[in-house]
């Protein structure tokens, strides 16, 4: 099998690619797994200046996975306090790390994989890109920073119509609102990034790894406000509502 995340290293610049295309780029704790590794990976490599988060396949990512989530119904609650503290701790990881982190976004993002794009520092996206929640959908409550992050971004009032109403929001939305940088051309994504983190290189370091820590100043807040998603997560995906929302939403036949 292939690894679920490509790390290469391209001068003082870190590419990690998110592989998994057939499932999406959907989040099981494997794939959670291998991207803490390659981060603490990176962690221990302060040559790195700068980081290039992309995605292999048609989408960037789909958040949990729910075929999955619904395979493990019996142990629903175990299983998703686990998937949401590795996601919480992917997010957090990307917030701390010193290096400036350039999120190259193609396709569609739902669910909690939006964290990978809060958690980052340069947001480019091609117009194709796009941002859904799909909590009130399928039946969950909303992780990956939604409501610990996205409200003080593009503000309340937009982060509670969206999730409410479950809509997208487009590649120039994203950048009007300010949760994405630049719309860019897909052919053109990749150059862009790395030309935008070798750029980074050439910046003094110390200096940078202050700007990021200052501009992240609200990191304890983010923190609480990560773990109270995950508490109501895990109590809503357990829930009757949440079962009978996923099978629809998979297809299922109510058979009990």
């Not at 610049?13 to 998110?18: C, G, P, Y």
Request: proline content about 5%.
């Amino acid at each position: 099998m292939s690894p679920m995340v490509l790390m290469d290293h391209l001068d003082q610049v870190a590419v990690i690619t998110l592989n998994r295309p057939e499932r999406h780029n959907s989040l099981v704790p494997d794939f959670l797994e291998e991207i803490l590794a390659a981060l603490g990976s990176i962690r221990s490599q302060p040559q790195m200046r700068a980081i290039i988060l992309q995605a292999n396949g048609r989408s960037f990512s789909t958040g949990g996975d729910v075929r999955v989530l619904y395979d493990n119904l019996e142990r629903i609650k175990e299983y998703a306090d686990n998937i949401v503290e590795l996601l919480n701790q992917v997010i957090l990881d990307l917030v701390a790390l010193p290096q400036p982190v350039v999120a190259a976004v193609h396709g569609i993002v739902t669910g909690g994989s939006l964290g990978f794009v809060l958690a980052s520092d340069i947001v480019l996206v091609t117009p194709q890109a796009s941002f859904t929640p799909y909590y009130s959908v399928v039946g969950f409550s909303p992780d990956g920073g939604w409501t610990a992050i996205l409200p003080e971004i593009i503000g309340a009032r937009r982060a509670a119509e969206t999730l409410i109403l479950n809509q997208t929001i487009t590649a120039e939305q994203a950048v009007a609102w300010g949760l994405a940088s630049r719309v860019v051309p897909a052919e053109g994504l990749f150059d862009l990034a790395l030309k935008t983190a070798q750029d980074i290189a050439l910046k003094q370091p110390g200096s940078i790894a202050r700007t990021k820590t200052l501009l992240r100043a609200d990191l304890p807040k983010v923190r609480d406000g990560l773990q109270a998603e995950k508490s109501q997560f895990v109590e809503q995906i357990a829930s009757e509502e949440a079962r009978r929302a996923m099978q629809v939403f998979l297809k299922i036949e109510d058979r009990g």
